[in-house]
């Protein structure tokens, strides 16, 4: 069975200062990566996802991850966060050709100071 | 589009009375979930419908029923609340059983039982 590991449960940053948030996962067969966000007092919305193709994938709102299969991570960066990314983020794991319902990490809480 | 719909948004319980979380989507998808959401466990699987007239159990379905009414609605029951399924409750659809698709998220229900 695969599984997510979210490595941080909280990430404090300044405002207009790079972040990355870290994913692990563990699966013995190809894997669908995503990353959701949920913003305050909201259901989950997809941030992106990486299917095939490139590794770098870019998403809404100035977001992007990139898969790394020989280290099996997929971090979501962005170089300049707002406040108004303050969220919690999902990372998520579905096996392809297997079962499509996914696995969730714990989330990780992004809070963006002034 | 409103999406996924799911009502009520609040609701106090106390302990051994049952309750219906509804839940409807728009887009005619195929699939649909039901979530919790507790404080450092992410979220948690309760029970899925793969299509119309069929359910199955996730990873959390003790003490939780649901019902797919048809291929719009799919609806959670509490048939005696505990103090232990105070949480956010989150409906969520997905096209068919790709595992690449995108889940759509409900706003979520905070369910509270004293």
């Known amino acids: 069975a695969q599984s997510v590991t979210q490595l941080d449960s909280q990430v404090p940053v300044f405002e207009e200062a790079p972040v990355e948030l870290r994913c692990n996962y563990s699966s013995s067969v190809s894997v669908y990566l995503f990353w959701y966000v949920q913003y305050p007092n909201q259901g989950l919305q997809l941030l992106l996802k990486y299917l095939s193709g490139s590794t770098l994938v870019k998403g809404i709102n100035g977001f992007e991850a990139e898969f790394n299969k020989s280290q099996t991570s997929f971090h979501l960066r962005k170089p300049s966060v707002h406040i108004s990314d303050t969220a919690e983020y999902f990372c998520a794991v579905t096996l392809s050709g297997g079962s499509y319902i996914p696995t969730f990490g714990r989330g990780t809480s992004l809070i963006v100071h002034p | 589009n409103a999406g996924v719909t799911q009502t009520p948004k609040f609701q106090v319980l106390k302990t051994g009375q ?7 989507q728009d887009m005619n998808h195929n699939s649909m979930y039901w979530y919790r959401q ?77």
């Open chain 2, 18 to 24: 049952s309750m219906t979380l509804q839940c409807a």
């Open chain 2, 38 to 114: 507790d404080p450092g466990m992410g979220l948690r699987l309760i029970y899925y419908s793969a299509s119309e007239g069929t359910t199955d159990k996730g990873e959390v379905p003790n003490g939780y029923n649901v019902s797919r009414l048809n291929k719009r609605e799919f609806s959670l029951r509490l048939e005696s609340a505990a103090p232990s399924q105070t949480s956010v409750y989150f409906c969520a659809s997905s096209e068919d059983g790709y595992s690449g698709n995108t889940i759509y998220f409900g706003e979520g229900s905070w369910l509270t039982v004293v």
